[in-house]
């Protein structure tokens, strides 16, 4: 059993509140999206996004509090990584809420956020108790890694990205192409019309005792395939074949990529379940190889449903109930945004 969660989210360009019950159910998940606003400066502008959740938060925490069916026993909110002045925001919100109605307060990761939400469903069941190890890939637009969960214990990263972020990459390939940011979502789209084998792109190796990836070479040579092709600006109206078969072939090279130390660290830490989580784990090619290779290594694949793979208050609530579970409690007076990742190993630099 949880305490019912309240969840706050606002690292970014979503703010977002979530209520969770005591079997880890999402009761409710609000989201306003402020993509519209950032829209014409052509990215998220901290500023603005800070004003954005200022003016979100108290119209989607009173729709929560009133459709409520009881009121909730724990207030759970993302401390970072993200933008300090919107995580700043969210923080003083969550923490005046909860002094006000004298709940506990747990501040969050918001990777580990994204880490729960694979245990989520958004038909009202209950949330997934895996109970034993799991294997776990965030890919978002800031964040690329592998992390081993374990019931009761903080994640432990086993091996990130050395440069670009998976979401980050099909962001710049498709702003060459003129897609408008967030592009990820278009590409995959692009990519199901696309034929994989036509345009050759570079699979960097790194070491075999390392679970890092890199995407910057793979960046490079898609946007120069789109150059010397004379594709740029071409995946708005009318796309010419040629663009469907580009993106296809980068589709596969980034997931190539993502899931290059899968089977290794599947053998050597012999999981009960994998995991993905964050904007990429959308990607339909992604969520496929995954189920493919699951059933091949005969180990469950356990994937966010759609609309939580990206930011939402309902997995930083559920990351909230399992580490209140593990003990931990913030002092609403003392809480303070963290830029970079918690819990990431010592001499590791932030991805
Ligand atoms: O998790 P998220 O909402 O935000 C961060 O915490 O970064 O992830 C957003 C990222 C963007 O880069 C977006 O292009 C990417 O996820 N994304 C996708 C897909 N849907 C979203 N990338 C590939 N295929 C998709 N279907
Ligand atoms: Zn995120």
């Known amino acids: 059993m949880f305490p019912r969660t309240l969840g706050v989210e606002t690292s970014c360009d979503e703010s977002s509140v979530a209520l969770l019950d005591r079997e880890g159910a999402v009761e409710i998940n609000l989201l306003s999206s402020q993509a519209r606003s950032h829209a ?99 890919a978002s637009g800031g964040h690329s890694a592998w992390y081993l969960v374990r019931d009761g214990r903080p994640p432990f990263r086993l091996g990130r990205t050395r440069d670009d972020a998976a979401g980050e990459t099909f962001d710049k390939v498709a702003r060459v192409l003129g897609i408008p940011y967030p592009g990820g979502p278009a590409l995959d789209h692009l990519a199901r019309l696309g034929d994989p084998r036509v345009v050759p792109m570079p699979r ?14 793979l960046k490079s040579a898609a946007i120069r395939a789109i150059r010397e092709r004379g594709l740029e600006g071409a995946g708005g109206d009318e796309v010419p074949r040629a663009v469907y078969d ?13 899931l290059g130390p899968l089977e290794r660290l599947a053998r050597e830490h012999r999981p009960i379940a994998i995991t993905a989580s964050g904007g990429v784990a959308a990607n339909t090619l992604l969520r ?17 449903p759609k609309e939580l793979t990206t930011d939402n208050a309902a997995m930083i609530a559920h990351a909230g109930q399992l580490a209140f579970g593990r003990g931990e409690v913030d002092d609403p007076r003392r809480l303070d945004a963290r830029p970079s990742e918690k819990w990431q190993p010592p001499g590791m630099r932030k991805v």
Do not use: C, Y
């Not at 993302?78 to 501040?107: C, D, K, Q, S």
């Not at 880490?115 to 799991?134: E, M």
């Not at 960097?204 to 890092?212: G, I, M, N, V, W």
């Not at 493919?292 to 994937?303: A, C, H, P, S, Y």
């Open 40 to 138: 014409p400066f052509g990215g998220v502008v901290p500023e603005l996004a800070s004003r954005e959740h200022l003016k979100a938060l108290p119209m989607l925490a009173r729709s929560v509090l009133d459709g409520a069916e009881e009121p909730p026993e724990l207030v759970a909110v993302t401390a970072g990584p993200g933008l300090v002045g919107a995580l700043l925001v969210g923080l003083r919100f969550a923490a005046a809420l909860a002094w006000a109605t004298e709940l506990p307060l747990v501040a969050v990761d918001h990777l580990e956020g994204h880490l729960a939400s694979p245990f989520l469903s958004r038909d009202g069941r209950p949330a997934r108790r895996p109970g034993g190890t799991v294997l776990s890939l965030v």
């Open 246 to 258: 580009l993106v296809a072939s980068f589709e596969v090279a980034v997931v190539d990529q993502l």
């Open 288 to 304: 496929e190889r995954l189920e493919v290779t699951g059933r091949r290594l005969g180990i469950e694949v356990l994937l966010p």
């Open 204 to 217: 960097p190796r790194l070491k075999d005792s390392t679970a890092d990836f890199s995407f910057s070479g």
